[in-house]
């Protein structure tokens, strides 16, 4: 496959006559519900184990490091399963895996919390990773095949707000929960949320206009699909912004509730736990930050989150609360603005195999969350807090970097096509 122009969509091969779903009708209605109850489970189960990190080190008798492998593990595995999921649902179809993943997955966190021995634990977080990868991936590909260019900025935006509220849920609720009944109960009850979230999404969600059914797993056109987008020009800038914006937020969140319960903070579980009420933030901006890249451009939008997401980390090295619960507001919601653009601007470089390109954003993204998290852990017993702030700092510097270079060559293609229509004309 040949490499792609600067910023050029990979080539065409879907319908020729696609019928999009416009913003307002009340398919996309139905289609903006499905998908924010399908990240709402999806990241509910991924990150409910996060508050629940110091709660596991001493469960467990494990160090903080070791701890975040709940997480790790499931992020790990939810990276490589997304490479596999997209070329999947070219076979089986996007609702169908999604709507499975969703399932079993929610049945795995039932389970969970009766398991007495650490790395059963961990595998049947693995596991859960490996089962969820089946929705991220697929979901941005559906939109991207299924909503009118127009309002995908939209409609992306709100499957990201649908993520946020999950893993508020997956935060906030397990915290209360926790300090009422304990994490055992408080895990399962993450599980059956899953399962009712499943229920909607099968009964909203429409079958695919757009998606062209390819039997069997061809592995020739998958490889060849992958590395088309690893040739582009633009896609790998997007990929390499995912993995560097989520590691630095993932490294902050792992580690704040190990700096806040311990002196001279103190704070509980549920308090802890509301600390991540800031992700309501996070369900706003990238709902306005995708409506509003429809208008101005997504490399203004996706720089300024960028460096939204740097002053909030910055805040954090303070010793006051207050301040620090600013500073997580503030890169929560410059996070989400980033996520919400980068996400969008897969679906609108690739207009083939959207799966796979959806798949190795995805893979970036939660392989910096699944290895830069954990690294946080080194940062966090050599230097404590500061240096933790110092790594998420460094992270988002060189999403920065990608994302300045990806709005300077987006301007190019439009000076370059303004010129060339003055020309024929």
């Known amino acids: ?14 319908s020729a006559d696609p019928v999009w779903i416009k913003p307002g009708s009340a398919a996309f209605r139905r289609i903006s519900i499905a998908l924010f109850l399908a990240g709402y489970a999806t990241f509910s189960l991924i990150y409910c184990v996060q508050p629940l990190l110091p709660e596991l080190a001493n469960h467990f008798v494990v160090g903080p490091a070791e701890s975040s492998l709940a997480l790790s593990l499931t992020t790990g595995f939810l990276a490589f399963a997304i ?16 709507l499975i993943s969703i399932c079993v997955a929610s049945v795995l966190n039932l389970i969970a919390p009766f398991l007495s021995d650490w790395h059963a634990f961990l595998v049947v ?11 991220p991936a697929v979901a941005m590909a ?4 299924e909503i009118d260019p127009k309002g995908l900025g939209m409609a992306m935006g709100i499957y990201i707000s649908g993520t946020a509220i999950g893993g508020l849920s997956g935060r906030v609720v397990i915290g209360f929960l926790t300090d009422l009944f304990g994490w055992h109960v408080a895990l399962g009850a993450m599980g059956a949320l899953g399962l009712i979230a499943a229920l909607g999404f099968a009964v909203l969600l429409p079958a695919s206009r757009n998606f062209v059914r390819r039997p069997g797993f061809q592995v020739g056109y998958h490889l060849r ?14 990929f390499l912004i995912g993995a560097f914006a989520m590691g630095c937020f993932v490294t902050v969140f792992n580690y704040v509730g190990f700096r806040l319960s311990d002196a001279p903070y103190g704070l509980s579980q549920s308090q802890i736990g509301l600390i991540f009420v800031v992700y309501l933030c996070g369900s706003v901006t990238s709902s306005i930050a995708g409506a509003l890249s429809d208008k101005i451009g997504r490399g203004p939008v996706l720089v300024v989150g960028l460096l939204l997401a740097a002053l909030g980390v910055g805040l954090t090295v303070f010793d006051s609360l207050p301040v620090i619960i600013g500073g997580i507001v503030i890169l929560t919601s410059g996070f989400f603005v980033a996520h919400s653009i980068a996400s969008g601007w897969v679906g609108r470089l690739a207009e083939t195999a959207k799966g796979h390109a959806s798949s190795l954003y995805l893979l970036a993204y939660y392989l910096g969350s699944s290895i830069m998290g954990s690294v946080g852990g080194w940062f966090w017993d050599q230097g404590g807090w500061n240096a933790v702030a110092g790594f998420a700092g460094s ?19 439009i000076r370059q096509s303004r010129s060339e229509v003055a020309r024929a004309t």
Do not use: I
């Open 395 to 413: 992270l988002l510097l060189c999403a920065l970097f990608c994302g300045l270079y990806l709005w300077a060559r987006a301007a190019q293609d």
């Open 1 to 14: 496959m040949r490499s792609q122009g600067p910023l050029a969509s990979t080539n065409a091969n879907a």
């Open 125 to 135: 977080r693995a596991l859960e990773g490996l089962m969820l990868g089946g929705v």
């Open 142 to 145: 559906y939109l991207a095949e």
């Open 225 to 238: 699909a992958w590395g088309g987008h690893l040739k582009h020009a633009g896609l790998p800038f997007v």
């Open 83 to 98: 490479l596999l999921a997209g070329a999947v649902s070219e076979a089986v179809g996007r609702k169908q895996l999604m």
